[in-house]
């Protein structure tokens, strides 16, 4: 007789769960999805002609196996696309990754110098023996040298997570490929070249959109004899002892019951700890000071069948409200009516920030400047607009969170049959490969019979050592 698992939340993280466990053919696999769609923020929708993600995806990744795997499960499916993507700076497109040439074009003789010479002094600190840096900022200024990192480094990670000085180095050590300054001056220099490990050459996309993927998680499920259930309110963990023994609550507000052996959960933490706890105020402190960002996604909708020659294009500077733009049709023409497109601008913000209490038609307005300033479009060419936002969706790595993350370890881990995975589910800042990779790990060590809190710890270690490889 199969072994009853629980899957909390239907995004990439609960999903790749699903479906590796459905594919051990040892379990009967439920999963619980909250909304009425499941993908998560990996979804597409419909809008307006439209086929839309939520921001830019791309399947890519340099965890063995894991490509292989999803050309798999998706077959013909996929589309392979030579990936090309910018910094906007000081007006200019500038190459990603860099090129010495144009940099120095964009950013003029004197500043490029002065890059030049704040990287040499980082440089020769760093021979005599840098310390260990105790922050984002520590990090990318040993690295880069303070002109590269006030240029570029800071005021992006003060756009995307909020006061560099104040953001755990763990941050920089998985955005940043390179190993230090001295790589990234060789590739420059075109003494040293890029490798898959540190910049994706191409990259495959679902022709239907990139929701097609988790899709495709959720019909192997369901043909495998599993289960993916929409519009569940779970309202409590049933435990005896230090084991949960089902999962209680609702589906389309009809009381529904659903006994397990093991709970795998990619909810965010928060929310799982009261389920596990109620308001044991004893507990729940150090998960509810987990930080996290929300993320806000402004559509603007042109009547031009292109605007861009990137799939998408990073704005440091402040000037600008988005941290990134993505043009959908760029991935695939079809997804969007001939002699129109769309284009989507992502930030992320603070609860109490004024992005966030911004009308959309306020957010709307300061997204078409950006992109008419920036000499995107014209604003006579828009047509309209879409907002979407998604509360507490990037996690926040503050100085204090290793610690944190450990407290709240130690804590669940009171429930002897409980796994976690996905970005929210584990409080790791990873992309939608890891999720698989993490679902992948969680399947082959469970079936073999290994308890679940060494699986937890190990898994753990894995993700600490993703990196983010764009």
């Known amino acids: 007789m199969k072994e009853k698992i629980v899957v909390l939340g239907a995004g990439i993280g609960g999903l790749s769960a699903g479906y590796f466990l459905a594919k051990t053919g040892k379990y009967e696999v439920t999963v619980l999805e909250k909304a009425s769609v499941t993908g998560g923020l990996c979804a597409s929708f419909k809008h307006d002609g439209f086929t839309l993600d939520y921001g830019a995806h791309k399947i890519y990744s340099v965890i063995p196996g894991v490509l292989d795997e999803i050309q798999n499960l998706m077959g013909d499916k996929l589309l392979t696309l030579p990936k090309k993507n910018s910094l906007f700076l000081r007006g200019h497109l500038v190459d990603y990754p860099l090129k010495l040439g144009n940099l120095a074009k964009v950013l003029g003789m004197g500043t490029f110098m002065q890059i030049g010479l704040g990287y040499a002094l980082e440089l020769a600190r760093g021979i005599l023996g840098n310390p260990t840096p105790k922050s984002y900022q520590e990090y990318m200024i040993q690295r880069f040298g303070r002109p590269a990192y006030e240029l570029v480094f800071e005021p992006l990670a ?62 192997y499920i369901e043909a495998n004899g599993g289960q993916v259930i929409v519009n569940t309110d779970v309202r409590e963990l049933a435990r005896d002892g230090a084991k949960i023994t089902a999962v209680r609550g609702a589906v389309d507000d009809k009381p529904a019951d659903f006994e397990t052996d093991y709970l795998v959960s990619s909810i965010p933490l928060p929310v799982l700890g009261r389920l596990l706890f109620g308001s044991d105020a004893a507990v729940l402190p150090s998960i509810d000071e987990l930080a996290f960002r929300h993320l806000v996604l402004v559509y603007i909708f042109a009547e031009k069948d292109l605007l861009l020659e990137d ?160």
Not at 191 to 204: L, R, V
Not at 397 to 407: G, I, R
Request: some cysteine; overall charge negative.
């Open 311 to 470: 799939q998408w294009i990073f704005f440091p500077e402040r000037e600008y409200i988005f941290s990134r733009i993505f043009e959908q049709k760029q991935m695939n023409p079809e997804l969007g009516p001939a002699g129109r497109t769309a284009i989507a601008c992502d930030f992320t913000c603070n609860e109490d920030s004024w992005q966030w209490q911004a009308s959309d038609e306020e957010l709307a307005q300061k997204t078409i400047e950006g992109l008419v300033k920036g000499g995107f479009l014209k604003e006579e060419d828009v047509s309209g607009y879409y907002v979407t936002r998604t509360r507490n969706f990037y996690p926040r790595y503050d100085l204090t969170y290793v610690e944190k993350m450990k407290q709240v370890s130690n804590q669940l881990q009171e429930a002897e049959n409980l796994l976690l995975t996905g970005r929210i589910g584990m409080y790791n800042y990873n992309n939608s490969d890891h999720c698989v990779d993490m679902g992948r790990f969680i399947a082959e060590n469970l079936s073999a019979g290994r308890a679940p809190v060494d699986v937890w710890n190990e898994l753990e270690q894995r993700v600490a050592d993703y990196k983010i490889v764009d």
């Open 158 to 219: 003060d756009k995307v997570w909020g006061g560099p000085d104040t953001l755990h180095p763990e941050m920089a050590r998985a955005r940043v490929p390179a190993s230090g300054g001295i790589e990234v001056i060789l590739k420059l220099l075109g003494i040293k070249k890029e490798t898959a490990e540190t910049n994706a050459e191409f990259f495959y996309y679902p022709r239907a959109g990139f929701g097609d993927l988790p899709q495709a998680m959720v019909e």
